[in-house]
């Protein structure tokens, strides 16, 4: 398996509500990421998690919330969005934490 | 600050014409990345650039990177309709806060490539 996947495709969601983001690989690799893409935007980086242990992006609000059961799952927890907050997430992952990303085909996220 | 800057942001190609995207960084990178992407989807890896003077070739597009300039460019030979997208290059940046976690990619604007019969 050489891919990142990740579920949902699209979410559309309220400010009061409470959704999750999921990134799955299996390629053994032991650095994940998450970015944020606005459009005709570069992504900006989110998080990143290597060996399971997170990596804070200092400027990232409190309602998004990452976390890493495992080597393989990396999961974005969402919380009282703001519409400013609709955007493309992307999931990447790369074999150590400074190797070349691979990234997810994405979810696209919309705050009503 | 690490900043990354592309150029041309956007550019209207002929088809079978040939054209050059530029990347400059601002400071230290031996490594550096080239990506595709296409409307509403997500990031396609072109190259891996490691070293200076590496150069990589893949169908129409060759990169090239130069450390000591700071500088790596993505040629494209006899652009065709399908090599319509939007092209980002990106550098490794500066460590992240956290101790011993490393490692997250800045990215340029990206150029707009659009190739026109």
């Known amino acids: 398996d050489t891919e990142v996947t990740q579920t949902p495709k699209h979410l559309v969601m309220g400010m009061t509500n409470k959704k999750s983001l999921k990134c799955e690989q299996h390629?053994?690799?032991?650095?994940m990421y998450w970015y944020k893409q606005k459009a005709k935007k570069p992504p900006e980086l989110m998080f990143v998690y290597s060996y399971e242990k997170l990596s804070i992006n200092e400027s990232v609000p409190s309602r998004f919330s990452p976390e890493c059961p495992n080597s393989s799952l990396l999961n974005l927890h969402l919380h009282a969005l703001q519409p400013e907050d609709s955007a493309l997430y992307l999931c990447?992952?790369?074999?150590?934490?400074?190797?070349?990303?691979?990234f997810g085909p994405g979810t696209r996220l919309t705050v009503t | 600050e690490l900043k990354v800057e592309q150029n041309p942001l956007f550019l209207s190609m002929q088809e079978g014409k040939n054209y050059t995207i530029y990347c400059n960084y601002s400071t230290t990178s031996d490594r550096l990345y080239w990506y595709r992407q296409d409307p509403g989807k997500s990031l396609e890896s072109l190259f891996v650039l490691l070293s200076n003077g590496a150069v990589k070739q893949e169908g129409r597009l060759m990169a090239s990177l130069d450390t000591k300039a700071r500088l790596s460019t993505l040629h494209i030979t006899a652009a065709v309709h399908d090599l319509s997208a939007t092209y980002f290059c990106?550098?490794?940046?500066?460590?992240?806060?956290?101790?011993?976690?490393?490692?997250?990619?800045?990215f340029g604007k990206g150029t707009k490539l659009s190739v026109k019969p």
């Open positions: 990447a992952s790369s074999p150590t934490h400074d190797g070349e990303q691979y």
């Open positions: 390629m053994g690799h032991r650095a």
């Open positions: 990106a550098v490794d940046g500066p460590y992240l806060t956290v101790e011993g976690s490393q490692g997250n990619l800045i």
